[in-house]
């Protein structure tokens, strides 16, 4: 959601905790620049789990904290995760694929019968570490378009309420529109 200012906000997740509605996820992003130029506030009181009984403000955080709104994040955490995976089987492939063919790539730098294997699994492992930037490179984001529009509106000054619910929980339209939002945007988590 596209709100002008935090107070609505605050309004709407105590409406939604009156309403007994669960929620997985709650951000609010402090704009990057206020309308005068000036940085943000953040707000005074920093109650940030939105299923205490009497919060009465939520913590704002930067937008280039939040993944599913800084797309380079998310890739930085996506190649981490991927190279977990593709080191460890890299190194194996390598040390198979060198067992296997009897390659004797490296005997010319005085490796021994133990370092020819050795030295394939580790080229192997680079590979691993080289696929997972490729891959995490070609992923691309179903939501780039609303991701920049609101990044935009972030730097214009306005802030953005970030809300998830449980799978197969409906959003609180009725109460969303109460506030009377700039804007709502649906994203989808990848």
Do not use: H, Y
């Given at each position: 959601?596209?709100?002008?200012?935090?107070g609505k906000a605050n309004q709407l997740?105590?409406?939604?905790?009156?309403?007994?509605?669960?929620?997985?996820?709650?951000?609010?992003?402090?704009?990057?620049?206020?309308?005068?130029?000036?940085?943000?506030?953040?707000?005074?009181?920093?109650?940030?789990?939105?299923?205490?009984?009497?919060?009465?403000?939520?913590?704002?955080?930067?937008?280039?904290?939040?993944?599913?709104?800084?797309?380079?994040l998310s890739k930085k955490l996506r190649q981490r995760k991927m190279s977990m995976l593709l080191m460890p089987f890299g190194f194996i492939a390598g040390l198979t694929f060198t067992q296997m063919t009897g390659l004797t790539t490296f005997s010319d730098f005085g490796v021994g019968a133990l370092g020819e294997p050795l030295s394939g699994g580790l080229v192997g492992m680079a590979s691993g570490w080289m696929g997972s930037h490729v891959a995490a490179a070609s992923v691309s984001s179903k939501n780039e378009e609303d991701i920049t529009s609101l990044r935009k509106l972030s730097e214009q000054g306005e802030w953005?309420?970030?809300?998830?619910?449980?799978?197969?929980?409906?959003?609180?339209?009725?109460?969303?529109?109460?506030?009377?939002?700039?804007?709502?945007?649906?994203?989808?988590?990848q």
């Open positions: 959601m596209v709100l002008s200012e935090s997740i105590q409406s939604i905790q009156n309403a007994g509605i669960a929620l997985v996820r709650c951000d609010l992003i402090q704009p990057r620049v206020n309308q005068d130029g000036s940085r943000a506030q953040k707000p005074q009181e920093t109650s940030t789990d939105p299923t205490t009984n009497n919060p009465s403000s939520i913590a704002s955080v930067e937008i280039d904290t939040v993944e599913l709104l800084t797309p380079n953005l309420l970030l809300l998830e619910t449980p799978f197969e929980v409906e959003l609180p339209w009725k109460l969303l529109k109460e506030i009377e939002p700039l804007d709502i945007v649906r994203l989808i988590d």
